[in-house]
């Protein structure tokens, strides 16, 4: 995410803080963190999608996903 969007929320954050937020403002900050949030996933699952285990006898295994065994 940009860096002047993560300033944004901050500042809307720090607003919010010292006074209520307009409606226009909440708005605002709500879809910001929600794209926020959907960058922060995706670059999550990317990670663990390429995160590999290495098994005492030196074996790599691919991390598995969520309900597979």
């Not at 940009?2 to 900050?29: H, P, Y």
Request: aromatic share 4%; no cysteine.
């Amino acid at each position: 995410m940009e860096q002047s969007k993560l300033d944004r929320i901050n500042e809307l954050s720090r607003l919010a803080r010292e006074r209520e937020l307009t409606k226009a403002e909440r708005a605002e900050r709500e879809a910001l963190r929600k794209a926020y949030l959907a960058e922060w996933r995706e670059s999550t699952i990317a990670v663990l999608e390429n995160t590999w285990l290495v098994t005492p006898d030196g074996k790599k295994h691919k991390l598995p996903k969520r309900g597979e065994h």
